[in-house]
Structure formats: structure tokens, C-alpha cells
């Protein structure tokens, strides 16, 4: 994207705005190592609290957060990779969901597809800002 990589860091990193091109997420928390971020994910009532702790902070290079949640476990990672005028964005997810091994692969078969097409349509919202 056409972007300097400090103004898509800081479109990244601001939690309150992230409802804006993450589908179906509220966001808040501080920043810097240690910081918390809770998000809300979900339609209307049905849905779950993700508590996070932000885990590296690099500005404008690289947030890790561990999501520390009743339903989501996991790493969440956010970097930006400066060439120049360009810019890249990348996000990545490393969850675990309190499954028992037999359901848990059942519900990432079933989730998956739903979940990849939900990060992909985020990540193009999020790059139509620049």
C-alpha cells in the first residue's frame, strides 16, 4: 500500500478505531509492553469478550499480543514492513480455542473458511484507508 509505514502503524494500533475495518469487533487498551486490550467480537448480544496483553511492541515495526481469554488463546501479531514510498501490513493469528482434540479440529474445519474470508475482507477494508 501507499502509505508511510508510522501512519499504518498508527491506524494499526489504534484500538478504538479497529471496529472500523475488523468485522464485528470492538476494540480498546492502551499501548506499550504490558498495556491491555480487551475487544468485544460479536452481532449484538451474541458474541465474546478477548482479553489481550500486548506482549513486543516495536513501533512502527511489530505488536504481539497473547490473547489471554476464557475463548480465545493464543498470539495475535501485527507487522509493517517499510520499502520505500510502499508498505506492507501484516496480521497473523496463532489461536487455541478450549476444545477438547477430538471437537476442537471439528470446529477449526467448520470455522476456518468462515474465519480466513472475515481477515482477508478486514485486511482490504483496512487497506482502503491509505
Do not use: K, N, Y
Amino acid at each position: 500500500m501507499r502509505a508511510d509505514a508510522e501512519q499504518v502503524w498508527r491506524a494499526a494500533t489504534d484500538w478504538s478505531r479497529q471496529g472500523e475495518w475488523i468485522w464485528a469487533t470492538r476494540v480498546r487498551g492502551g499501548q506499550g509492553v504490558g498495556a491491555t486490550v480487551t475487544g468485544w467480537t460479536g452481532l449484538g448480544p451474541v458474541g465474546f469478550t478477548d482479553t489481550m496483553v500486548i506482549t513486543e511492541w516495536d513501533p512502527p515495526r511489530r505488536c504481539v499480543v497473547e490473547h489471554t481469554g476464557r475463548v480465545v488463546r493464543g498470539a495475535g501479531i501485527f507487522e509493517v514492513r517499510a520499502d520505500g514510498a510502499e508498505c506492507e501490513f501484516r496480521w497473523a493469528e496463532d489461536l487455541r480455542l478450549p476444545l477438547p482434540a477430538a471437537l476442537g479440529g471439528l470446529v477449526a474445519r467448520a470455522v476456518r473458511p468462515i474465519a480466513e474470508w472475515m481477515l482477508a475482507s478486514s485486511l482490504r477494508r483496512f487497506a482502503r484507508q491509505f
